[in-house]
């Protein structure tokens, strides 16, 4: 059974920097499109960014788009989420996930979730 366990999460003041780590397994890595979502209190789940199995192509949401960077490294069988210049509204539970396939779908959709990890940003 495939697994991604997402770490880094934690509470922050605003503007400070985390990084969020997703594990997976080598052929996770190798063969399939990651992207990282996010689920604030009280409101639905949303995407956050995503990039394709060879790292070429990133996709994000308007929202973070400039302050946080996804990122793939094969060695370490890892994907990272880079969060600069955190903002209270950036507080949410964020989940590592794949589609299961190399490209990113049109509509984000998802095949595969980790447990996520918390990250609140106080003001």
């Known amino acids: 059974q495939a697994q991604l366990v997402e770490s880094g999460g934690g509470l922050v003041q605003a503007g400070a920097s985390l990084r969020l780590s997703c594990a997976a397994s080598e052929y996770f890595l190798k063969n399939y499109a990651m992207g990282w979502f996010r689920q604030a209190p009280g409101k639905e789940r949303e995407f956050v960014a995503a990039i394709n199995w060879s790292g070429r192509s990133e996709y994000y949401a308007d929202s973070v788009k400039g302050r946080f960077t996804i990122s793939r490294d094969y060695a370490n069988n890892t994907v990272y989420l880079q969060m600069n210049s955190l903002k209270p509204e950036d507080t949410a539970t964020y989940y590592c996930?794949?589609?299961?396939?190399?490209?990113?779908?049109?509509?984000?959709?998802?095949?595969?979730w980790g447990k996520g990890t918390l990250v609140t940003v106080s003001a």
């Open positions: 996930a794949s589609p299961k396939t190399r490209t990113v779908p049109y509509d984000y959709s998802m095949e595969i």
